[in-house]
C-alpha cells in the first residue's frame, strides 16, 4: 500500500475527468474563433493497487491485536508471519507509486501537509493519549517515535531520496548494502533510524519495478503458486517461532542487541529480505483485479493505520487484552475479526470526512507562492 491517501502516483486523479466545456477564443483575422485545445483525459486509478492496499491495511489491525495474545500458539505463529511481510508490502507499493516524485514545488508541499503535518499531529496525539492515561510521563518527542508513527518519519525520508536512487546505476544493491552495514552500528534511537535503513531496500525495489512487473503477478498461473507459497510460509513459521527471537521482525535491532555477530546478522537479514519480497509477491498474486464493495477504502488506509492504534491502545489500558476467553483459539479467531471490522470501518467515508483535517490538511497559508529558481526561465 502506498501511504497516501488520495489517488496514487502524484498525477493521478480519483475520478475520470468530466467533459469540460470549450471557451472562444479571441477572434482571429477571419474572425472565427479558434478552438481551445481538448482537455487531456485523467488517468484512472487500478483497482489492483487499492485492493491490495486494503487488504494488507487489515493485515496490520489484525498484526497489532494478535500482538496481545501471543501466548497462544494459534495466535503467535500468525503474528510473525503477518509481520515477516506486511511493512514491505506497504513499502513496495509506496516505492512503486513514488517512482515519479521530484522536489518540485506541488509534490513538495503534499509532502509536508500528507506526510509530515501527520507525523507532527499523531506524535502529539499517542503521546498525550498514552500520559492521559497514566502510563507515563507527559513527553512529545518528535526524534522519537511513538507505536505506528515511525513509518512516517521514514516514509518523509524516503521519499526526499528518491531522486537520488534514481540516478544510481545499481540502487538496489546499494540499498541492500547501506541497510546490511546499517545493522552492524548503534544508530541510536533517533527517528527509528535502524528501521528507517533496514526497510529501505524495499522501497527502492518498489522504485524499480515497472507495470509488467506486476503483470506477472496478475497472470493465472500466479496464483495457485502465491497460495501454495503463503501456504508453506505459514506452516514454516509454526517450526521456527520457538527457536527465533520476536525481535528480528521488527526490523529495528542492531546485530549486538540480538546478541548475533556481524557475519551472522548479515546472513540472517538477507534471509529476510529474500522471505519478505517471496511473500509479498505471493500475496499480490492473491489480490483480486476487478472492482468492489472494498476498493475504494484501499485509497484511504492511512486513516486507519493511524487511527486504530488508538482502539488497540485503549484496549491494553483498560485491561481487555487479559480477558480470559480473547486467550484461547476461538478468542483469537473473534479479535482477528474484530480486527477487520475495525480496520475497514477506518477507511471509511465518515471517517475519512472527520478526520481529513489531521491527515490531509490543506495549510494553503502555510506555503508562500510557487516560484522558480532565480535565473531559470
Not at 507505536?147 to 546505476?169: D, E, G, K, N
Request: aromatic letters at 16%; proline letters at 7%; a positive charge.
Amino acid at each position: 500500500m502506498t501511504y497516501t491517501t488520495r489517488p496514487s502516483g502524484a498525477d493521478t486523479a480519483p475520478h475520470p475527468a468530466q467533459p469540460q466545456p470549450t471557451e472562444a477564443a479571441a477572434p482571429g483575422a477571419s474572425g472565427t474563433a479558434a478552438p481551445a485545445p481538448a482537455a487531456r483525459p485523467r488517468k484512472q486509478r487500478d483497482p489492483f493497487f487499492d485492493n491490495a492496499k486494503y487488504f494488507a491495511i487489515l493485515l496490520v489491525v489484525s498484526g497489532h491485536s494478535l500482538a496481545n495474545l501471543l501466548n497462544v500458539p494459534m495466535a503467535k505463529g500468525l503474528y510473525i508471519f503477518i509481520y515477516m511481510f506486511h511493512m514491505p508490502l506497504f513499502i513496495v507499493i509506496t516505492g512503486y507509486f513514488s517512482r515519479n516524485w521530484t522536489f518540485a514545488g506541488g509534490k513538495a508541499r503534499k509532502l509536508i501537509t500528507h506526510v509530515g503535518v501527520p507525523y507532527v499531529v499523531f506524535e502529539t496525539a499517542y503521546s498525550l493519549y498514552d500520559w492521559l492515561a497514566g502510563r507515563n510521563e507527559l513527553e512529545i518527542s518528535l526524534l522519537n517515535p511513538y507505536y505506528l508513527t515511525w513509518f512516517l518519519i521514514a516514509l518523509f525520508m524516503w521519499r526526499l531520496s528518491t531522486p537520488v536512487w534514481q540516478q544510481i546505476r545499481w540502487p538496489l544493491a546499494v540499498a541492500v548494502g547501506f541497510a546490511l552495514l546499517s545493522y552492524m552500528s548503534d544508530l541510536g534511537g533517533t527517528f527509528d533510524i535502524h528501521r528507517v535503513f533496514g526497510l529501505l531496500p524495499f522501497y527502492v525495489l518498489g522504485l524499480t519495478l515497472r507495470p509488467e512487473h506486476f503483470e506477472l503477478l496478475k497472470k493465472p498461473i500466479a496464483r495457485p503458486i502465491g497460495a501454495v507459497v503463503l501456504a508453506v510460509g505459514l506452516t514454516g513459521t509454526y517450526f521456527v517461532m520457538n527457536h527465533m527471537s520476536r525481535n528480528w521482525i521488527y526490523w529495528k535491532h542492531a546485530n549486538f542487541e540480538l546478541h548475533v555477530g556481524n557475519f551472522s546478522g548479515t546472513l540472517m537479514r538477507l534471509a529476510m529480505f529474500a522471505c519478505a519480497t517471496v511473500f509479498v509477491a505471493a500475496f499480490l498474486s492473491l489480490i483480486p483485479r476487478r472492482r468492489y464493495w472494498f476498493t475504494q477504502l484501499g485509497a484511504y488506509t492511512l486513516y486507519a493505520y493511524l487511527l486504530h492504534g488508538f482502539v488497540t491502545r485503549l484496549l491494553n489500558f483498560t485491561g481487555w487484552w487479559g480477558a480470559d476467553w480473547m486467550h484461547t483459539p476461538p478468542g483469537v479467531v473473534i479479535v482477528v475479526c474484530g480486527a477487520l471490522v475495525v480496520g475497514t470501518f477506518l477507511c471509511s467515508k465518515p471517517v475519512v470526512r472527520s478526520m481529513s483535517w489531521a491527515l490531509e490538511p490543506k495549510m494553503t497559508w502555510v506555503f508562500t507562492p510557487l516560484r522558480r529558481p532565480r535565473g531559470s526561465r
